[in-house]
């Protein structure tokens, strides 16, 4: 029975040791200036208080919404970090300046909704099998034509590339000298901002809430600014 209550108060301590750890960081994260509302934070792994005394954490996965310099709206970012390092006497201290991490994988996901601003008008972007639906009232010549067309999305250097294929009216033949013309029209690029810490951009695809951006990065180290 004695061994069952440590173990059981060992277990409490842990839980405990957790959470306040969990608190601690997520709360420096909203000091950030680009972070919006409450971020999330879980360090995963059992015993935490194992971790804690080794100085490395296994998995540490971290949700938040950022907001981008110059731009309307919100970004949600996922991140799971892999393998981060922080000695236990730095930690106790607080004298913490920089954060050795084995591995970053991370995805933000930027809404159609934004990327639709960009277009500007009525455009609308959505989902449609592996590709997206762009849809938009274009001007041209003195025609006013409702059209949409199936697009692709990909990442060509920093720049999030939306490509239509030919595009077709919405119940108004298009003439043909212009199909190419409103094609073009409906094209999206969009420059993603620079990345820190060595991360690295690793793809784009669409999701149920806007296109994902994937990054990546190996044996990264996490600076205070």
Known sequence: MGLLLLAGIALVADRVAVRVAEGTVADELAAQEQVTGEPEVDIRGFPF??????????????SLTAAQPGQAGEVPVDTVLRGI???L?????????????????????????LLAQELGGDATLSPEGDGLRISRTVELLGYTL????AGTVTLEGDELVVDVERAAGAGVEIPSFLV?????????RYTLPELPFGLRLTGVAPGADGVQVRVEADDAVLRAE
């Open 49 to 62: 208080l194992t971790q804690a005394a080794g100085g490395r954490y296994h998995d540490v996965r971290i």
């Open 85 to 87: 390092r922080v000695p």
């Open 89 to 113: 006497s730095d930690a106790l201290s607080g004298d913490v300046s920089e954060l050795p991490v084995d591995r970053i994988d991370g995805r933000a996901t930027l809404a159609y909704d």
């Open 146 to 149: 409702p059209v949409s067309a």
């Open 180 to 188: 190419g013309r409103v094609s073009d029209l409906l094209d999206l």
